[in-house]
Nanobody, 123 residues
Framework: VQLQASGGGLVQAGGSLSLSCAAS????????LGWFRQAPGKEREFVAA????????YYADSVKGRFTIPRDNAKNTVSLQMNSLKPEDTAKYYC?????????????????WGQGTLVTVSS
């Protein structure tokens, strides 16, 4: 699976931004796709995930109610819609994929990773 993330940028606190992850290389029906982020000097952390079949969603507590993870089956893309952004959301965001059945909320549960896209939220 190849993953291409895009959509990062600079936004003011309280604003919104949408990231997109285009997946290619195989059928995703038995996969989950997730978003992780890594701020400077910190470990990579889970943000959100969705199962391709069934559309079950998972969110980190820190983003619940502010972020959503919609998918577009026709385009083989998964997005991360980020609202009410805070300076602490500043990080490099990565999309990842793996077969369903592995852990959702940890990096070791994902086999394929995109290159990351930078999100900066100014106060």
């Amino acid at each position: 699976v190849q993953l291409q993330a895009s959509g990062g940028g600079l936004v003011q606190a309280g604003g919104s931004l949408s990231l997109s992850c285009a997946a290619s290389g195989r059928t995703l029906s038995t996969y989950k796709l997730g978003w992780f982020r890594q701020a400077p000097g910190k470990e990579r952390e889970f943000v959100a995930a969705i199962t391709w079949s069934g559309g079950f969603t998972y969110y980190a507590d820190s983003v619940k109610g502010r972020f959503t993870i919609p998918r577009d089956n026709a385009k083989n893309t998964v997005s991360l819609q980020m609202n009410s952004l805070k300076p602490e959301d500043t990080a490099k965001y990565y999309c990842a994929a793996a077969p369903v059945g592995t852990s959702v909320r940890v990096t070791t549960g994902y086999r394929y990773w995109g290159q990351g896209t930078l999100v900066t939220v100014s106060s």
